[in-house]
Each structure stands twice: as structure tokens, then as C-alpha cells.
């Protein structure tokens, strides 16, 4: 019996691809990941949504994991492709912890492997339809970079994926500053999400906030936002022009 | 998901719109979302235009072609009415809808549910989806978050409602709606129509229902942290 065959044209370019599969399009997404440095390390906020398409099918999924004891990776995109690169990092914390030798893999070891993979998997034209952001603190040292599917990565004082680049950037590029406290760090990503919720058609109120110290990671149970609906410009928006919306 | 979608298939849209007939009348509903690609462009939009006094629409689809369809209805159903010398009907103001929908049916996307009372047939829902077909229904649902309320309706559905009880089915359905597509969000606005007039309402997203796996909306995270953890249980 014959599985739909892959057809390649006479004149692909792309080589033999009998047996590999490819991520063409993603399935089941997440949205925006927010992230910022503060004073004793970094802050991560996303929601817990995975849509399929324009449904809000899943809305208990976790975006942000622990890698290591110095790390924290959120992820947007397709999710099957993040639980893959869950697997790929946990061999490589494996294999640093089995050297035994006292040293671990920072932060910035951690989004350089991880650089590499999203690079060499467009490169085969096969990408991780992710885009992630890795936080973290290792001896006193704050780091926080981005990578996206084609490999464009960078590191920076506040990051932010999909929606959360036009929409929470510009809010930290003026609110943000050095040496925030944790509290002012928490109201900010909040105004980010929030401003998120409204916006953005994939968000749902459902989040965590996640974060790194020196001491280790924490993430919070997941809550929700409150969202204010009461300008009178709202109640009656056509009552001066009927049939605007 | 196949990006090469075929163009000649319905393709939803984004919204939830609905209208229900009771024992005195009508109540239409609809969320409050305009997006333009996964932007919302206007998060308390007003999809329930006004056509004539008694005739109200709920639009669907493309936000131009709905709002030319219904401002040309409203422009004819006015010159109608002064005509006749009285209240337009209900099924005159759906029929203007479905020739224009019909006619130009390769060019315009709207899906539109008419609803109103008039004194010879009383409250009447007529829905008119994509290609212009006019169908009277006991209740009419449409956008793309009715693929979700489909089921609903087949279970909640009742002839003879009251007209809370109508109302309360809309706003829960929206509500349910909005849940589930992303499509749709922001308030839930409905309209009754009945003999005694016209009534707007608006039920803002935080005093909705929440339904499964949605939680209590909260000022921040910095309230949860700082709240007094719950006594120790005494058995």
C-alpha cells in the first residue's frame, strides 16, 4: 500500500527526501513570550494557550521550562517541535552533568547550542517552527537572548516573540530600566500581557510569570488578568454614525 | 491547515453572531472583535446595525462589504417606509439584504442574520449566509465562532422562550463562543426587539461566565503572592 509518495519535482534542488519529514506548516502554537532582565535576575511571562488554527483548543500548556540550574527557555510557535527541543536540551544537560566535574552550562552555552540547532534545521530546510527565549543567571552574570526558526538570534535587555515584538517592546523600551525590583518587574510584564490580551487573537487570560535567580527557578500557578471594558466611548460606539462599527 | 486554500469553498469568518425569537419578539447577539490577520483592530466594535427602527442585523464577514450592504438596506428600507406610509416589515428588509447579497455574490464575503418585530408577523429571524440564500429560522447562528455553538444550540435550544431567558441563551453562547475562537472576543452586545420598542444591552468580557480551565481574573500576581496562605485543615 502506498502512503502518498512524496513528489519531487524533475528539477527540485532539495535532494533525496523519501523518508524525512519536514514541519511545512505548525499546528498546535503558542503566542508571544515576554521576557526582561531585573535586579536579580530575569523575568518571564507567556500564556498558557495552544491553538489549532483560529481555536483556542488547549489552554493548560506549560511554554517555560527549566534547562539546567542556570536556565529558563519559553517558546512560541509549534509546540510538538518545542517538546522536541525539550529532549534535545535534557541529553545535553545530561551529558554536562555526567563530566561530573563541577562546571554546568550557562545561560549563554545554552542559547548558543540551541543557536546552532534552529540554524543547521533551516539550512536542511527542515526548521523547529519556534521561536524561543532564553533566560538566565549564572555567577551573578544576567543573560537574556532570542532565537528564531531561521537562527536570527541576539541577546538584549527585554526580548519579546510574535506579537509581543510590536506590542510589548515599545511599553518596555520606555518603562524598562536598570536594576528593576521584582515587583515593578511583575507590574510590567503584566501591562505587556494584558495589552497582549486585547490585541492579539491567539492570547487567552491565562498566564505565568516565571522566574530566575541566582537561587534557582520558580514559576508561578497560572492566573488570570483583569480587563477593563467600561469606557462609555464602548457602550454605544455607532450611536454618531450608524452602521460603523 | 492547507495554506493553498481553494477560494470557491464558504470559508467562515470571524465572529459570533446570533438571533433567537421568543414569545414577544427577538433578541440578537454578537461579540465585539475586528481583526485585521491576528491583530484585533477594534476590541469593542458594535456588529448589531440599525436598519429601521424595528429591523436590526447582525454582520459577519468582511467589515466593508457588511457595512455597504446594510448603509444601502437602511437607504431603500427609508424610502420604502415613507412610501407605505408605515413600519417596514421584517421580511421586506431581509429580502433587500439577500438581492444584494445574491447579486453580487462573487464579489462581496458577509454573512448577515436580520431580526425584528413588525405587527403582522411579530418577532421574525431570517439568516442570509455567503451566496444570498434567504432562510427563515426559529434561531439563526453564524461566524466563524458558531462552528462552536452548534451542539449548544441543539441541546439548549427551546420554542416559547421568555424574554430573559432569551437573552441569558445569547449571552451565554457568545460567551461560550469567545472562549473558543480566537476569531471572536471583547464584550457581547445584544439587541431585543419587541413591540414595545428597541433594547440595547452590554455585558463587558470580565463579568461573563467563566467556563473550563478559565480562571478568576485578578488584579496581579503580586495580590496572590502577598495573600495569607490558607489556614491548616483540622480533620
Known amino acids: 500500500?502506498?502512503?502518498?509518495?512524496?513528489?519531487?519535482?524533475?528539477?527540485?534542488?532539495?535532494?533525496?527526501?523519501?523518508?524525512?519529514?519536514?514541519?511545512?506548516?505548525?499546528?498546535?502554537?503558542?503566542?508571544?513570550?515576554?521576557?526582561?532582565?531585573?535586579?536579580?535576575?530575569?523575568?518571564?511571562?507567556?500564556?498558557?494557550?495552544?491553538?489549532?488554527?483560529?481555536?483556542?483548543?488547549?489552554?493548560?500548556?506549560?511554554?517555560?521550562?527549566?534547562?539546567?540550574?542556570?536556565?529558563?527557555?519559553?517558546?512560541?510557535?509549534?509546540?510538538?517541535?518545542?517538546?522536541?527541543?525539550?529532549?534535545?536540551?535534557?541529553?545535553?544537560?545530561?551529558?554536562?552533568?555526567?563530566?561530573?566535574?563541577?562546571?554546568?552550562?550557562?545561560?549563554?552555552?545554552?542559547?548558543?547550542?540551541?543557536?546552532?540547532?534552529?540554524?543547521?534545521?533551516?539550512?536542511?530546510?527542515?526548521?523547529?517552527?519556534?521561536?524561543?527565549?532564553?533566560?538566565?543567571?549564572?555567577?551573578?552574570?544576567?543573560?537574556?537572548?532570542?532565537?528564531?526558526?531561521?537562527?536570527?538570534?541576539?541577546?538584549?535587555?527585554?526580548?519579546?516573540?510574535?506579537?509581543?515584538?510590536?506590542?510589548?517592546?515599545?511599553?518596555?523600551?520606555?518603562?524598562?530600566?536598570?536594576?528593576?525590583?521584582?515587583?515593578?518587574?511583575?507590574?510590567?510584564?503584566?501591562?505587556?500581557?494584558?495589552?497582549?490580551?486585547?490585541?492579539?487573537?491567539?492570547?487567552?487570560?491565562?498566564?505565568?510569570?516565571?522566574?530566575?535567580?541566582?537561587?534557582?527557578?520558580?514559576?508561578?500557578?497560572?492566573?488570570?488578568l483583569k480587563t477593563y471594558w467600561e469606557f462609555s466611548a464602548f457602550e454605544n460606539p455607532t450611536q454618531g454614525a450608524v452602521g460603523s462599527w | 491547515m492547507d495554506l493553498n486554500m481553494d477560494l470557491n469553498a464558504p470559508h467562515s469568518m470571524g465572529t459570533t453572531i446570533i438571533g433567537v425569537t421568543y414569545n414577544g419578539g427577538v433578541v440578537l447577539g454578537a461579540d465585539s472583535r475586528t481583526s485585521t490577520g491576528m491583530y484585533v483592530a477594534n476590541r469593542a466594535s458594535d456588529k448589531i446595525t440599525q436598519l429601521t427602527d424595528n429591523v436590526y442585523v447582525c454582520r459577519s464577514g468582511s467589515a466593508a462589504d457588511s457595512q455597504l450592504v446594510s448603509d444601502y438596506v437602511r437607504y431603500f428600507l427609508h424610502q420604502h417606509t415613507i412610501q407605505l406610509g408605515q413600519p417596514a416589515t421584517v421580511k421586506v428588509a431581509a429580502n433587500l439584504i439577500r438581492l444584494i447579497s445574491y447579486n453580487n455574490k462573487n464579489m462581496l464575503e458577509t454573512g448577515l442574520i436580520v431580526g425584528g418585530w413588525d405587527k403582522y408577523e411579530g418577532g421574525k429571524i431570517y439568516g442570509i449566509p455567503l451566496g444570498g440564500t434567504l432562510i427563515e429560522q426559529p434561531f439563526a447562528i453564524g461566524g466563524s465562532g458558531s462552528s462552536y455553538l452548534y451542539g449548544f444550540f441543539d441541546q439548549a435550544w427551546k420554542e416559547g422562550m421568555t424574554k430573559d431567558e432569551a437573552e441569558q441563551l445569547v449571552v451565554k453562547a457568545v460567551s461560550l463562543a469567545i472562549a473558543r475562537d480566537g476569531a471572536s472576543g471583547g464584550v457581547v452586545r445584544t439587541v431585543v426587539i419587541n413591540?414595545?420598542?428597541?433594547?440595547?444591552?452590554?455585558?463587558?468580557?470580565?463579568?461573563?461566565?467563566?467556563?473550563?480551565?478559565?480562571?478568576?481574573?485578578?488584579?496581579?500576581?503580586?495580590?496572590?503572592?502577598?495573600?495569607?496562605?490558607?489556614e491548616p485543615m483540622n480533620i
Open chain 2, 195 to 230: 413591540s414595545e420598542g428597541v433594547t440595547r444591552n452590554f455585558y463587558p468580557g470580565d463579568k461573563l461566565q467563566l467556563w473550563h480551565e478559565e480562571l478568576e481574573p485578578q488584579n496581579s500576581l503580586l495580590d496572590i503572592l502577598n495573600s495569607p496562605s490558607p
Open chain 1, 1 to 224: 500500500m502506498n502512503f502518498m509518495a512524496s513528489k519531487q519535482p524533475e528539477n527540485s534542488l532539495l535532494g533525496p527526501e523519501s523518508d524525512s519529514q519536514r514541519t511545512l506548516y505548525p499546528y498546535v502554537t503558542g503566542t508571544s513570550v515576554v521576557a526582561l532582565k531585573y535586579k536579580d535576575g530575569i523575568l518571564m511571562a507567556a500564556d498558557m494557550g495552544g491553538s489549532y488554527g483560529s481555536t483556542l483548543r488547549y489552554k493548560n500548556v506549560e511554554r517555560m521550562k527549566a534547562i539546567g540550574k542556570h536556565s529558563l527557555l519559553g517558546a512560541s510557535g509549534e509546540i510538538s517541535d518545542f517538546q522536541e527541543i525539550l529532549r534535545y536540551l535534557d541529553e545535553l544537560i545530561l551529558y554536562d552533568n555526567m563530566w561530573d566535574d563541577g562546571n554546568s552550562l550557562g545561560p549563554k552555552e545554552v542559547h548558543n547550542y540551541l543557536t546552532r540547532v534552529m540554524y543547521n534545521r533551516r539550512n536542511k530546510f527542515n526548521p523547529l517552527w519556534n521561536s524561543l527565549v532564553l533566560g538566565g543567571i549564572k555567577n551573578g552574570q544576567k543573560y537574556l537572548g532570542t532565537v528564531s526558526m531561521i537562527g536570527v538570534n541576539f541577546e538584549d535587555n527585554h526580548v519579546a516573540t510574535g506579537f509581543g515584538n510590536h506590542l510589548a517592546r515599545p511599553i518596555l523600551r520606555q518603562e524598562w530600566h536598570e536594576n528593576l525590583s521584582f515587583e515593578d518587574g511583575v507590574r510590567l510584564l503584566e501591562k505587556c500581557m494584558r495589552v497582549l490580551l486585547y490585541r492579539d487573537r491567539s492570547a487567552i487570560n491565562k498566564l505565568q510569570i516565571a522566574k530566575i535567580t541566582e537561587e534557582g527557578m520558580t514559576i508561578s500557578q497560572p492566573y488570570s
